[in-house]
């Protein structure tokens, strides 16, 4: 079941690329603007006080975090607040604490080797494909010694 998975993320991956190499709008493949509404109205991404999504920004780690729980079975398990953290460089006060708690208790992200989790950084290339493929049930004994 997960290489039927990974087959058909890889074509929807392919599939995309091609109306840009044949100079295509973007527009011709998908509507950006239901995008947004969907993944507002799912709370997948809620934007910044007053609502925008800032979709040229880079995504921070933390970000990352809260949109991957907002897509996954644990979106409803969140709590209003955390009282204790894993890591020295991301306090219970953060706002994404809840949400990082919740990824790392559920085998989702991990932090660092020197015990940070680094909350500002932007979010890797290979660490958002970890946590998605994590998501669809692979594990870090999938992956084998290196990034996916």
């Not at 995309?16 to 190499?21: E, H, Q, R, V, W």
């Not at 709370?43 to 979709?55: A, C, E, K, S």
């Not at 880079?58 to 991957?68: G, L, P, Q």
């Not at 991990?110 to 493929?133: C, I, K, N, Q």
Request: hydrophobic letters at 45%; proline letters at 4%.
């Amino acid at each position: 079941m997960k290489k039927i998975i990974c087959v058909f993320l890889t074509a929807a991956l392919i599939l995309g690329m091609i109306p840009s190499a044949f100079g295509a709008s973007a527009t011709t493949v998908y509507d950006e603007s239901n995008a947004i509404l969907l993944s507002k109205t799912l709370n997948i991404m809620v934007g910044d006080t007053d609502g925008n999504l800032r979709l040229d920004n880079y995504v921070s780690r933390a970000e990352f975090t809260k949109i991957a729980i907002a897509m996954s079975q644990y979106r409803n398990m969140v709590p209003p607040s955390s009282t204790t953290s894993f890591f020295k460089d991301c306090s219970f006060k953060h706002w994404a604490a809840s949400y990082v708690r919740l990824a790392v208790t559920n085998g989702l992200i991990t932090g660092y080797p020197d015990g940070t989790f680094r909350p500002e950084d932007t979010v890797l290339l290979e660490e958002a494909v970890t946590v998605m493929l994590k998501l669809l049930g692979f594990t870090s004994e999938d992956f084998g010694s290196s990034w996916p």
